[in-house]
């Protein structure tokens, strides 16, 4: 199994770009998440997904927006970059904690897209 | 609404010290809590966790217990190594298995 995987792994874009980042997990997770990492902020969540077709809102999602189509995909999309979204981008994916009535399940995360806004 | 707070600034020292990164969290109820690793260059792992109060969790040498009355999630190793060099994230679990994240940890070992 590949995981999760990311694509690209690396983009550099100038300001009013706009760019689609790609998640595809194959272990049949039903949930899906996105995340930003930047330096002394930790990671924050962007948007996720709790199934095929669904999205909702995290802690920063203005100026992003996801599409879930396929239960393994998960796009993230820039419409028009600004250099405040220079950061690296995580995706993770998870079970649904409704799967098997656990409560809670590990989320498992993709090798970040690192990305530049000029 | 739910949140993570990890102490500040990176931590340094040398091969076979005991290692300590304090985590407190805020959360209505009792929430999982993680630790989480990320090595240069890689995404985040899962290192342990723990589901309920005085829980321990273990990994790699690596141990953390979920203290109630003190809410709080420290990392603890014995004896590190060059190799335990990497950023760790305490975390917890809220609605919709979503994780809030500490700020991280920068750990470097020295020789």
């Known amino acids: 199994n590949a995981g999760v995987t990311q694509t690209p792994k690396f983009r550099v874009l100038k300001t009013g770009q706009s760019m689609t980042l790609l998640c595809a997990q194959d272990m049949n997770h039903e949930y899906m998440y996105w995340y930003r990492q930047d330096p002394g902020m930790g990671l924050r969540l962007i948007h996720y997904s709790v199934g095929e077709g669904t999205t909702a809102k995290g802690e920063v999602p203005d100026g992003y927006n996801v599409s879930r189509l396929k239960k393994q995909n998960f796009l993230l999309g820039l419409e028009s970059a600004a250099p405040s979204q220079t950061s690296v981008y995580f995706c993770?994916?998870?079970?649904?904690?409704?799967?098997?009535?656990?409560?809670?399940?590990?989320?498992?995360f993709g090798p970040g897209t690192r990305l530049t806004v000029t | 609404g739910d949140s993570v707070t990890q102490m500040e600034g990176p931590v340094t020292l040398s091969e076979e010290a005991f290692l300590t990164i304090n985590c407190t969290y805020t959360a209505t109820g009792y929430p999982s809590l993680f630790w989480y690793v990320q090595y240069p260059g890689e995404g985040l792992q899962l290192l342990l966790k723990?589901?309920?109060?005085?829980d321990k969790g273990s990994n790699k040498g690596f141990e953390a217990t979920y203290r109630k009355e003190t809410t709080s999630f420290h990392l603890e190793k014995g004896s590190v190594q060059v190799s335990d060099s990497a950023v760790y994230f305490c975390?917890?679990?809220?609605?919709?298995?979503?994780?809030?994240f500490g700020k991280g940890n920068q750990v470097v070992v020295i020789p």
């Open positions: 975390a917890l679990i809220y609605g919709n298995n979503r994780l809030a």
């Open positions: 723990a589901t309920k109060a005085d």
């Open positions: 993770a994916s998870s079970y649904s904690p409704y799967r098997w009535a656990q409560e809670t399940y590990e989320q498992y």
